[in-house]
Nanobody, 120 residues
Framework: QVQFEESGGGLVQPGGSLRLSCAAS????????LGWFRQAPGSGREAVSC????????YYNDSAKGRFTITRDNGKYTVNLQMVSLKPEDTAVYYC?????????????WGKGTLVTVSS
């Protein structure tokens, strides 16, 4: 059974930083994508950033490029998302996800989510 341990959400002022972490367990897939998605109020869920294994290919959506950095711990099943220069439009529930590729349809397992609020 796949399980996620998500952490790092919270309230931050515009221009601030947050770091999200996700530790996934309970699987042994040789090929997978692990990363973060988000869903803002009234909007659909979108991919933010993912890392594919074993090749390490990284995906960022256009909003994340230049502001967010995804890294993978040595254990490979933990990903961290460092977010800087946060904007109010980054406010959303952020979900850790695991699956075949970095799209909403391509993910098979979802964490419970952690709320990120960017507000002054």
């Amino acid at each position: 059974q796949v399980q996620f341990e998500e952490s790092g959400g919270g309230l931050v002022q515009p221009g601030g930083s947050l770091r999200l972490s996700c530790a996934a367990s309970g699987f042994t897939f040789p090929y997978y994508a692990l990363g973060w998605f988000r869903q803002a109020p009234g909007s659909g869920r979108e991919a933010v950033s993912c890392i594919s294994s074993p090749d390490g290919t990284i995906y960022y959506n256009d909003s994340a490029k230049g502001r967010f950095t995804i890294t993978r711990d040595n254990g490979k099943y933990t990903v961290n998302l460092q977010m800087v220069s946060l904007k109010p439009e980054d406010t959303a529930v952020y979900y850790c996800a695991l699956g075949r590729w970095c799209t909403t349809d391509g993910m098979d397992y979802w964490g419970k989510g952690t709320l990120v609020t960017v507000s002054s």
